[in-house]
């Protein structure tokens, strides 16, 4: 082989190196980040989003989607948990109800107890923690297979042949809260406990939600950090969110902890804090995140992928459709963000808005889905609420 040639293999095998250490970097090099939260202000939805569609979560009488809780959006489906009797309901994107797995008992193939589901493609993946078990159903929502796992984890993330589990401050033979396992070994221990907070659960809507690169990010419990890991599920790093005088103190939380919860509530009422992180994703080519100043206002902020705050906005005027937007952001999907809604109250809110004006019912407008609706939303129902962002902020 010629000198140009080796040197060009050896430049060829450099250039490829670098692009596989670049795929397992994240885009930003700051673990630690400043959020003012004085410097928030309104903004026009349509200054973030292009549009906004509505679905009805049609619900059957004689199964009723009592307690809505962890919501999954896929290509085909939305799969919905009920946090009141532990089912899982299959709806299709349009809110028709397709399937309902149940929790029916202790035997094999059967579970109890909802602890935390995965949707990847058409298979379902629910955990149950009392049984320390994973059923696997396929397309169908028949049960395929059954694995015990190795750990009273309450929150769990699959990727091929690993499996990747949030202890939630369990201390099951290891004080960290990741636990990495390539099929029944144990590979990667990431995070540990912190002292003192053993004892604090903390339930998760989301689990793990998707990075760039095809990475997964979790927001920590009773934290201002986010972890972030690479595509193998393997460990990249923390990022600190700093709130400033708004962020609670480690020993503040565990000192008020133990001498009353109601002493710790009244605590971050009064000093306007943010207890957690409520969502933070990639939300199309941006990162948002969510959080809570207790007592005071929600606050949504978007990121670029280098972690530059593009905006700070506490409160969005809808002038896209003029109708309310309530609650916190519950899933993401793609570049959509969802909302959940009692029809109820949103029934309410479309009369309080529009009832006594003449509207004009345009096909996928807010008032044709009212008007096809309108009996329904009477019932105590859900409607997802989705808010698509723009491509360019």
């Known amino acids: 082989m010629s000198k140009i040639k080796v040197l060009t293999y050896i430049v060829f095998l450099f250039l490829l190196s670098c692009k596989n250490s670049s795929e397992k970097q994240n885009h930003f090099k700051n673990a630690n980040i400043i959020i003012d939260l004085d410097n928030f202000s309104d903004g026009k939805l349509s200054e973030f989003f292009s549009g906004i569609s509505y679905t009805l979560i049609d619900s059957e009488e004689s199964n009723l989607l ?192 133990n001498s009353g919860r109601s002493d710790y509530y009244d605590f971050i009422k009064e000093n306007n804090l943010v207890e957690n992180i409520s969502i933070f994703t990639k939300l199309g080519n941006y990162y948002f995140m969510s959080i809570y100043q207790t007592n005071k206002k929600l606050h949504f902020i978007f990121l670029d992928k280098n972690m530059e705050i593009i905006s700070q906005v506490n409160n969005f005027d809808n002038d896209i459709d003029l109708m309310k937007i309530r609650n916190v952001p519950w899933t993401v999907f793609e570049k959509n963000l969802t909302f959940k809604i009692n029809s109820i109250d949103f029934y309410n809110d479309y009369l309080a808005k529009f009832s006594g004006q003449n509207v004009t019912i345009e096909t996928g407008s807010i008032h044709e889905f009212f008007q096809k609706n309108q009996e329904k939303l009477k019932d105590d129902q859900t409607v997802l609420v989705s808010l698509t962002l723009k491509d360019s902020l």
């Open 66 to 257: 009592v307690e809505s809780y962890k919501t999954v959006v896929t290509k085909n489906s939305i799969f919905i948990q009920d946090f009141f009797n532990s089912y899982v309901h299959q709806f299709d994107r349009d809110g028709n109800p397709r399937n309902i797995i149940k929790s029916t008992g202790e035997g094999p193939k059967e579970y109890q107890q909802l602890d935390h589901f995965q949707v990847v493609n058409d298979t379902l993946y629910i955990l149950d923690r009392s049984l320390r078990k994973i059923l696997t159903y396929n397309s169908e929502m028949q049960v395929v297979n059954e694995k015990p796992i190795p750990v009273n984890a309450s929150i769990f993330h699959k990727h091929d042949n690993r499996m990747l589990f949030f202890m939630n401050n369990e201390n099951d033979n290891s004080n960290h809260n990741f636990l990495l396992f390539q099929e029944d070994d144990l590979i990667e221990k990431s995070i540990e406990i912190r002292p003192g907070f053993e004892k604090f659960k903390h339930g998760s809507k989301n689990g793990l939600s998707p990075d760039f690169n095809s990475g997964y990010i979790f927001p920590i419990p009773f934290s201002q950090d986010v972890a972030f890991f690479h595509k193998d599920l393997s460990f990249h790093k923390k990022v600190t969110f700093d709130f400033g005088r708004y962020s609670v103190k480690e020993s503040d939380f565990i000192r008020l902890h």
